[in-house]
């Protein structure tokens, strides 16, 4: 065994043996669609004398902590979003009612001295606010004396003693003791039942209480801080919802709620449990595939497979990124691509041994993967510039599908290069495996390969009819678009949306019928799956959301919130604005990237066969009338990788065999080149398939859409990447006057003058 061998097989072992300790004795953080809960995204707008910036939003935010701290809700997450926005998620409440009450409560508490009934001022008095008092009379008030940043501590007791019912005791910081001290002695000084004796607290404009100055306190002593107590009409739940507002202090900024999910845990539980079984029989059709094409190699880069989701699970954990049901999807599917590079290795070890009689298997491998290098290393670049795209244009669980997808790519790459070639290169170097050819799977050419060969089909001869095959689909897409529009989910345009799981099955033209003699004629009601109803709306609030699904409980019996997205109209412009930003960029990235590394002409071509690929799957949605919400944006954003993926592949080969002929034509070139491609194409597009498949069946409604997007985008790519791209490249080339690619200089050739040629029959050996 090399001693490059040696390190590759200890660094495997090394590695997977420390992502086998990470996975037994560390658990993934879940994200609230797969644990269940509540995520609300609260925007800080500009108060009278505050800006909405990075330091306010964040003082904002640890006030928002301290009123969900005392909630009580388990292990709560409050991270800001940029400049202006809180992200908040709750696990385990489903209902968001009372957590959205208290959140988003500016809770601006003022203490002011009462200056007499109605607009009566006193003679010299800075005048404050006229607000109407418990009994609703309005009292004329002087400035705030002092605010709630005051407050040392607020809580909540019932007086049974006094029959005052619950109250809200005060407890101050020192000076604002002082000042509160200094107000009720005041106060104090006014005759008893006057209504200057009286002391106004006011939460949010609304006086809350405006009680007396007890007889016994004297002209100028006032009340010591530690004894003020809050009487009024209290109930339990108030009195506890004023002291908790009070202790919380007053928000900064006010806030408002641009976005909320809630996910019911039984739907998280079952996105798991479907998305595993998913990846388990999805892993072991490809594991099985590649084994039949691939013999006993294919056995031993399914074992890298496998070692490929201990890897990228234990990365994923270590790293503390939180797995959303996207992410989990896009670890399902990474699984898939995975092959990729194996495949791509095996077809080129496969060429090297059927074009040089005579060579090794262990020298083909060697060959194999040093060939592949260039296009495995150009095709995982491009799913990662569109894993980086997700990440830093997405929103939500979209990032965490960029996040899981990028450290997918980064796995697979090591499983390939270093696990695979590792256990391949120890088997190469056995006399039996070298010797049988039916056991090792790379010394015999595929059925695919071989087929092609004997008949040598001329795909380009006239590449314009490609071309207008694929002009004749786009315009079945537009056609699709234009007659039955995008069919925008709630993320993009705004609104809300919920499911409901009901005891007693109700039909949709019952809910429409319940809904609309409730008040909710506009509701948009359809079945979700299982016999549950999906009810689209316009703005709704909390409340009106209970008052909903208490309609329809009256028919359907207990009703159980699965699933609730509420997405701000300027929210929703946002996203669907960065939706077109981010695949602006993609196309450009792609194109930059591919213009460096290719010929401008083999660059514009993929781009071409990308947007292809993106009109189609829009297209397509269309006709199904399918929602595009995020979750496809991330879908098409990935077939976008895979599209591009495809082609570098393709035009990898282009440019290598050009190079070796110069002189021949490029379209017998490029025919070559495809004829040549094909069954890695075939061969990794059927590991990704088994993926998708498994996830279409399995993964529920709630990874349906987010499979068949994949699905037929893959279907798309794999067919434009050939016969899309390959056309527009030639067609491009009979206008461009550059020249043939320069081909590589072999090992010990230099250039310029006094170049050194080595004799072909010179091994370099001297003594």
């Known amino acids: 065994m090399t001693r490059a061998t040696t390190v590759r097989a200890v660094l495997a072992a090394a590695v997977l043996l420390v992502s086998v300790l990470i996975t037994l004795t560390m658990s993934p953080r879940l994200g609230l669609d797969l644990q269940g809960g509540t995520r609300m995204v609260l925007q800080a707008t500009d108060s009278a004398t505050t800006k909405a910036d990075r330091e306010s939003t964040d003082r904002t935010l640890e006030v928002l902590r301290m009123r969900i701290d005392s909630l009580g809700v388990a292990e709560p997450t409050l991270t800001r ?64 004396r002092l605010t709630g940043a005051g407050v040392k501590d607020a809580g909540a007791s019932f007086d049974a003693q006094q029959g005052a019912g619950w109250t809200v005791a005060l407890d ?45 306190v004297g002209c100028n002593v006032g009340l010591p801080s530690g004894s003020t107590q809050i009487t009024g009409s209290f109930g339990a739940d108030e009195a506890r919802d004023l002291a908790l507002l009070i202790k919380g202090g007053a928000l900064p900024l006010p806030v408002e709620i641009v976005e909320q999910r809630t996910v019911g845990p039984t ?45 990228s699970y234990a990365a994923l954990v270590a790293l503390g990124v939180t797995l959303t049901l996207p992410g989990l999807a896009g670890f399902v599917l990474a699984i898939g ?37 260039s296009a495995v290393a150009d095709s995982n ?107 925008l989910g709630v993320e993009f345009t705004g609104g809300r949306l919920v499911e409901y799981s009901t005891s007693r099955p109700v039909d949709v033209e019952t809910a429409r019928t319940v809904l609309a003699g409730a008040g909710f004629g506009d509701a948009e009601v359809t079945t979700a799956g299982a016999g549950d109803l999906s009810v689209r709306t316009g703005d709704l609030d909390n409340h009106q959301e209970h008052a909903l699904r208490a309609a329809l409980a009256e028919e359907g019996g207990h009703t159980t919130k699965v699933r609730d997205e509420l997405i701000g109209p300027s929210l929703g412009d946002e996203l669907r604005r960065n939706a077109l930003i981010a695949l602006a960029v993609a196309v450009l990235v792609q194109l930059a990237y591919l213009a460096v590394r ?33 979750i496809f944006l991330a879908a098409l954003l990935t077939v976008i990788g895979y599209s591009v993926n495809d082609s570098v592949v393709v035009f990898d080969r282009v440019r290598e065999l050009w190079a ?108």
């Open 81 to 144: 979003s940029g400049e202006d926005r809180i992200i908040v998620e709750l696990p385990d409440v489903q209902d968001p009612r009372k957590a959205a009450e208290v959140i988003g409560r500016t809770a601006q508490l003022s203490f002011h001295a009462v200056q007499g009934p109605g607009t009566e001022q006193e003679k010299g008095k800075a005048a404050g606010p006229t607000l109407p008092d418990e009994e609703g009379r309005p009292l004329a008030l002087g400035p705030a």
């Open 172 to 216: 101050f910081h020192k000076s604002a003791g002082r000042d509160w001290t200094r107000l009720t002695g005041e106060a104090a000084c006014h005759p008893a039942q006057d209504e200057r004796r009286r002391v106004a607290i006011v939460l949010d404009d609304q006086v809350i209480s405006s009680p007396q100055v007890a007889p016994s």
């Open 598 to 630: 290719f010929r401008w002409t083999f660059a514009l071509a993929s781009v071409a066969a990308l947007v292809h690929d993106v009109i189609l799957l829009v297209g397509a949605f269309a006709w199904l009338g399918r929602t595009v919400d995020g």
């Open 337 to 373: 691509m995975a092959v990729d590079a194996n495949v791509l290795v095996f077809e080129r070890a496969r060429e090297e041994y059927a074009e040089r009689s005579g060579r090794s298997l262990r020298s083909a491998m060697t060959a194999g993967f040093r060939n592949a290098w």
């Open 381 to 487: 670049v491009t799913t990662l510039i569109a894993a980086g795209l997700l990440f830093f244009l997405g929103s939500g669980p979209v990032k965490g599908f960029g996040v899981t997808l990028a450290i997918g790519v980064l796995a697979s790459m090591f499983s390939a290069l270093v696990i695979a070639r590792a256990l391949t290169e120890i088997a190469s170097r056995s006399r039996f495996v070298s010797d049988y050819r039916g056991v090792n799977g790379i010394a015999r050419p595929g059925r695919v390969r071989t087929w092609l060969a004997r008949r040598d089909p001329q795909l380009f001869r006239s590449p314009r009819r490609w071309l207008l095959i694929s002009t004749a689909l786009i315009t079945v897409a537009v056609l699709g678009i234009a007659v039955r529009g995008v069919n």
């Open 660 to 767: 070796k002929a110069r002189r021949e034509s490029v379209t017998t070139i490029a025919n070559r080149a495809v004829l040549q491609t094909v069954p890695r194409t075939v061969n990794t597009g059927m590991g990704a398939l088994f993926i998708l498949a498994a996830l279409a069946v399995l993964g529920g409604d709630s990874l349906a859409d987010f499979a068949l997007a994949l699905l037929i985008g893959i279907c798309v790519g794999t067919y434009s990447s050939v016969l899309t791209a390959v056309p527009v490249a030639l067609t491009l080339e009979r206008s461009s006057k550059a020249a043939p690619p320069a081909r590589k200089r072999a090992p010990g050739r230099t250039s310029g003058a006094g170049a050194k040629h080595r004799d072909p029959l010179d091994n370099g050996a001297r003594v």
């Open 267 to 311: 739907l998280g539980a079952a996105a798991i449990d479907a998305s595993a079984r998913a990846a388990l029989i999805g892993a072991a059709a490809t594991a099985l595939f590649i084994t039949f094409v691939y013999r006993l190699f294919g056995a031993l880069a399914a074992v890298a497979l496998a070692a490929y989701g201990v890897v």
